[in-house]
Nanobody, 120 residues
Framework: QVQLVESGGGLVQAGRSLRLSCAAS????????MGWYRQAPGKQRESVAT???????YHAASVKGRFTISRDNAKNTVYLQMDSLKPEDTAVYSC??????????????WGQGTQVTVSS
């Protein structure tokens, strides 16, 4: 059974930085795309950034230029470097990955979520 475990959330002041990490653990699995989503209170979950196995990236317009997604395939880990944080970035951030562990298909896996709170 593959698991995604996140770390790095917390409380920071506006303008500061945080780095989120998400590591996939298990045996005999293959990861395709990975990404970060967030959900603020009273709002729908939204995609923040994604990265393919080949390293192509997507960043939402609201975070472009401030957040950077990257991954270390050897460590099965995806990162989200968040700079110039704003109060509106406050949300629960969840890691997502398309993983094939048994069978022929890639399935969606989610981390447990980590809280990021940005104070003004």
């Amino acid at each position: 059974q593959v698991q995604l475990v996140e770390s790095g959330g917390g409380l920071v002041q506006a303008g500061r930085s945080l780095r989120l990490s998400c590591a996939a653990s298990g045996t005999n699995f293959e990861i395709n795309s990975m990404g970060w989503y967030r959900q603020a209170p009273g709002k729908q979950r939204e995609s923040v950034a994604t990265i393919t196995s080949g390293g192509s990236t997507y960043h939402a317009a609201s975070v472009k230029g401030r957040f950077t997604i990257s991954r270390d395939n050897a460590k099965n880990t995806v990162y989200l470097q968040m700079d110039s944080l704003k109060p509106e970035d406050t949300a629960v951030y969840s890691c997502h990955a398309h993983i094939r562990d048994t069978g022929s298909y890639f399935n969606s896996y989610w981390g447990q979520g980590t809280q990021v709170t940005v104070s003004s």
